[in-house]
């Protein structure tokens, strides 16, 4: 009997669960919500378990507090007569409307609240059910608060052009006060731009956040244009600090300002509340407008120039000074900067009539560290450094005839960087006008006479004796710098005769045309020693009279020798430096002949060899001969 009745029970309450799955739910957030007056409210309202068609119709109801619990009818999907005497006007000009999501799920939509709008919000679904089941309506409390949301800067812009580079600093305070627990974020963006979809002409104000911070104090960047790489690098920053007032004061700083930065900057602030659902809703929005922002692009204001202008012409030995001056970098000193002067051509370069070619004398680094190009030896005769802001200056101590050329000073803007990495590329990069310098040298004529002394042939293994007689007419002191280079003989040329036939061409190991240097002596008296193979020494024999010996000569030591000198004039300081005056003597051909002992050998040698082969000749005939006789010997016994 027990067993009966729960199996009754149990069927009773599955039939129960089955028809409460079948009625008909009307549902609405939780409440009580809390919207701020002048801002939006939006009721999502969702309808389940229902018959009929897919698309039901909704209607809306406000019961105010001060109404004694009095209905009005506030809007209706399916009566546009449906709205009361308070809501008819805002429903006609759309203030306040319905708008669907899907056919079961339509929302209120108060665009502007009122003070008067607070009270309790009634979604009712109209039965298109065959019999009356489930609810039918749902309702929620709106609280309609006071709007205290205040936003103000301190200092807008003015709308002057900024260099680019230049660090921007934008501030914002936002306060809001309210008896519920709201909070704040804040956003600076900017707009301005033209669409590439746009037509010809035609402006396309775009909105841009760049940086913000949210409800959470969580910092977030923009997601368009290069904000979020830039807020990475810590180019953008934003800051939050304690302002007067009870105010929060927001810091948004940009270490270096970009042409894509141009525009109208606002500071934005929302204040946003947690609802009973756990869902965060922003109640209140105020934007404010901080100025417009124009770039002014590097390469419109900087400029570089150098000093003294036009033509500078020097003793050998003065000193040379010259400046470099920038102009128009962003203020602050926020950008680094690479300072090098260059100099294209020389008296002692043979390219100077047609240029030459550019190379560094000296740079600073935008550390500020000096450093020398390719001529190392300036490093301890002449100084760089930084003499002002934008100021530079290059001197040499002693200026010497390879100094010559056209100068000029090239500046790398790094904007915004101070310390740039080594594979950061330059923002920018200006040259000044030339600056010629010449320094006038004294007149210098120098002849340079080859030999090879009077003696016997020579032959391998022989010491090779050159003379090289250098001649210098001049005023002051001189050295000469002697350098002896050799080259293979040529081969001689060989003509046909005509009607002749064509011989095919003997493979010849390729013979290296290109001068190789022997040895050189220095106008300080080192001796340098390129050769290889060969035991090779030079010396100076007199004032003008150097001497080339090469010890126990092999055949790879023959061919045209030839002697350099190179003249070197000595300044008032007593530094040297090279006069730019060469000479050059005639090829002097060495060539080596064979030893006795070497012609000897030959003879010998086909001798030795001839008699060899025919011995071996006639030992083989006596004893073929004999075998074959002792084989008949042998037959007759």
Not at 311 to 326: A, H, I, K, R, W
Not at 345 to 369: H, W
Not at 524 to 544: T, W
Not at 594 to 604: G, K, S
Request: charged letters at 20%.
């Amino acid at each position: 009997m027990m067993m009966m009745m729960a199996s009754l029970k149990t069927a009773v309450f599955l039939q129960w669960m089955l028809q409460c799955a079948l009625c008909r739910d009307v549902t609405l957030p939780p409440g009580p919500i809390y919207r701020v007056a002048g801002f939006p409210l939006s009721l999502p309202c969702v309808v389940s378990g229902f018959e009929g068609p897919r698309t039901q119709d909704f209607e809306w109801f406000l019961y105010r507090e001060d109404a004694g619990g009095r209905q009005i009818g506030v809007v209706s999907t399916r009566d546009q007569g449906f709205p009361y005497a308070p809501f008819q006007a805002r429903v006609r000009t759309g203030e306040v409307r319905v708008e669907r999501d899907a056919g079961d799920k339509a929302r209120l939509v108060v665009q502007r609240l009122r003070p008067e709008d607070q009270g309790k919000y009634e979604c009712y679904t109209p039965s298109t059910d065959s019999t009356f089941r489930g609810n039918y309506s749902a309702s929620v409390a709106v609280k309609v608060i006071p709007d205290t949301l205040q936003i103000s800067y301190s200092r807008s812009l003015t709308g002057q052009p900024v260099p680019e580079g230049s660090e921007l600093t934008l501030s914002c305070s936002a306060a809001v006060q309210s008896r519920q627990h709201t909070h704040l974020s804040v956003t600076f963006g900017k707009r301005g731009g033209q669409s590439s979809g746009s037509p010809a002409g035609g402006e396309v104000s775009t909105i841009r956040e760049i940086i913000s911070i949210d409800r959470v104090l969580t910092v977030t960047p923009g997601r368009s244009g290069s904000y979020k790489k830039r807020y990475d690098d810590g180019e953008i920053t934003l800051e939050k600090r304690n302002g007067e007032g009870g105010r929060d004061l927001y810091l948004m700083k940009m270490k270096a300002v970009q042409p894509e930065d141009t525009g109208s900057y606002f500071c934005e602030a929302s204040q946003w509340i947690l609802d009973p659902d756990g869902s965060w809703q922003k109640i209140a929005q105020r934007t404010l407008d901080i100025g417009n922002l124009t770039v002014q692009q590097l390469a419109e204001s900087l400029s570089v120039s150098s000093s003294p202008r036009g033509v500078v012409t020097l003793q050998v030995g003065s000193p040379l000074s010259l400046t470099c001056e920038v102009a128009g970098l962003p203020a602050g000193g926020t950008s680094g900067l690479l300072v090098q002067w260059m100099k294209r051509g020389s008296v002692s370069s043979d390219l100077f009539a047609s240029g030459g070619v550019e190379v560094e004398v000296a740079r600073i680094s935008p550390d500020g560290v000096v450093s020398w190009g390719d001529d190392l030896s300036r490093a301890s005769g002449g100084s760089m450094e930084k003499v002002a802001d934008g100021k530079y200056s290059l001197k040499l101590f002693s200026a010497r005839p390879s100094d010559s050329g056209v100068y000029r000073c090239a500046v790398s803007v790094y904007a915004g960087r101070r310390n740039p990495g080594p594979s950061t590329a330059a923002t920018l990069t200006q040259r000044s006008e030339g600056v010629t310098v010449n320094l006038k040298t004294k007149d210098v004529v120098v002849s340079a006479v080859a030999e090879l002394p009077r003696g016997p042939l020579l032959k391998r293994g022989s010491t090779i004796t050159l003379i090289c007689n250098v001649t210098v007419t001049t005023t002051g002191p001189t050295e000469v710098q002697v350098q002896w280079v050799r080259q293979p003989i040529p081969e001689p040329v060989i003509t046909k005769r005509e009607n002749a036939p064509a011989e095919p061409p003997s493979p010849r190991p390729p013979v290296e045309d290109k001068p190789r240097l022997v040895a050189a002596l220095t106008y300080e008296g080192v001796a340098q020693i390129y050769a290889n193979g060969s035991e090779v020494s030079i010396d100076r024999l007199s004032a003008s009279s150097y001497r080339l010996r090469v010890h126990s000569a092999a055949t790879d030591d023959q061919g045209l020798y030839v002697c350099q000198a190179e003249v070197w004039g000595q300044d008032p300081h007593g530094g040297w430096y090279n006069t730019g005056a060469k000479a050059e003597s005639s090829a002097v051909t060495v060539y080596l002949y064979a030893r006795v002992a070497d012609l000897l050998l030959i003879p010998l040698v086909i001798g030795v060899s001839s008699s060899l082969f025919v011995g071996i000749v006639i030992i083989a005939t006596v004893t073929c001969c004999f075998m074959k006789r002792l084989a008949k010997q042998r037959a007759r016994k």
